[in-house]
Structure formats: structure tokens, C-alpha cells
């Protein structure tokens, strides 16, 4: 599990199987509801972050893996291999503008799928059952406000 801070937000992604022990799933869970508890915003995402990007171009309804997001993301990036190039930093440093409307990818519709499926599980503080599931979504629009301002 990995963490970082970005103003109000803490960003906290799963990235783990849940073949993997329960121990990181309490940790995942525990630490969203703690940082809920102290008024923290929390931009996570289960089971990959993936998910925020395959977002921007189908809806998700199904318990899908990280191997459904790759293969979603490199047929939309049209790549050779996901983790050959999609991992590599140049390819990562253009998110931003593959994301703007680049082979019907949409920011937009990335986020009202992505509530839809947060809004799916309102009152279950079960995070790492919610998948697929991402509250990045949250994180985007406050830093829309920023490019807006």
C-alpha cells in the first residue's frame, strides 16, 4: 500500500490481490476509515489506479482485475505491451493530455462513472470489497478548481 499527501487529500492506492494477506486489507481500510475519522479526504483506488484512467473511456460495472484495466488501457493507447510502455516515465509524463478527449477519452465521463460507482457502496466501510471502486475522482475535481481559477 502506498500513501502520499496532497494538500487535504490523502492519496492511498491498494495494490495488492486479494489473494494477499488480510493484514494489508485491514491496513487498507483501517487507514481510509482513521484518516475519514480526523476529516482527511481520501483519493484511493481498488484494485489499481488503472482504473481512474480506464474510466475515461467505458463503463465499469464488474468486479474487474488489473489485468482487465491493462488490457483496456493498451488497446485505447494502442500499445505493444502495457507494462513495456506504459510504465515507462515518458510515456507517464503525457497522461495529462492523452486524457483530454485522445481516442474518446473523456474527464468528464471519467468522473460521473467513477461517483456512480462510489455512490454504489455509500455506507459500506468495507473499502478493499468495494472494487471496482476509486475516489480519485474526488481528487480531480478539486484540482479542476485550481485550473479553473
Known sequence: ???ARFGEF??????????????TINDFNGSIKRAQDNGQKVAWSNDAFELWFALHYVELN?????RDLYTILKD????DSFHNEAKAI??????YDRHQGLNGASQHLAIRRARRLHEAYRGDRNYSDQCPCTTVYLLV??????LKG
Open 76 to 79: 485505447r493507447w494502442e500499445l
Open 62 to 66: 464488474a468486479n474487474v482485475n488489473r
Open 141 to 146: 475535481e478539486e484540482l479542476n478548481k485550481y
Open 10 to 23: 490523502l492519496i492511498m492506492m491498494l495494490n495488492q490481490t486479494k489473494l494477499q494477506l488480510s493484514r
Open 90 to 95: 515518458a510515456f507517464c509524463k503525457g497522461h
Open 1 to 3: 500500500m502506498q500513501d
